[in-house]
């Protein structure tokens, strides 16, 4: 059975101050959104991400610095279509990225592989 992450599974930086604001769009299934709302702990050193889910939100922070870089507002809006709310990081001292269609590729990235994710696999 997987662990479900909770922001006591990893060492990680509080939230950043300095944020900027975006909508995703998503269409999420009762499975995947259940899968989401359990996390993703990193296996191997090669796992980019360490991803928990907390009073509605999950939270995306980086493995190996424990930098928190995306939030996302994770509400059930099952098999539709629908604009998620989220926070990318400006702290430049965390993540130097400042372009949101960059942001919301990377984010849409996580996701899959979240979604996608084999206790059996290999990091990605």
């Known amino acids: 059975m997987t ?11 509080p939230e950043p101050s300095a944020i900027v604001w975006f909508q ?4 999420l299934t009762e499975g995947e959104l ?7 702990i990193p296996r ?16 995306f922070c980086r493995s190996w610095t424990g930098a ?10 099952l098999d539709q279509t629908a604009q998620y709310k989220c ?3 400006r702290d430049i001292d965390h993540y130097r990225q400042a ?9 849409s990235e996580t996701l899959s592989f979240i979604l ?9």
């Open 68 to 77: 928190c870089i995306y939030g996302l507002h994770l509400t059930p809006k």
């Open 34 to 40: 259940h899968k989401l709302q359990q996390g993703h």
């Open 24 to 27: 995703l769009p998503l269409s």
């Open 99 to 107: 372009d949101i269609d960059s942001d919301k590729a990377a984010l």
């Open 44 to 59: 191997v050193m090669e796992d980019r991400w360490f991803v928990f889910h907390e009073n509605e939100w999950l939270i």
């Open 87 to 89: 926070w990318a990081s």
């Open 3 to 13: 662990e479900i992450a909770s922001r006591d599974s990893w060492n990680i930086l």
């Open 116 to 124: 996608e994710y084999d206790e059996g696999d290999a990091a990605w």
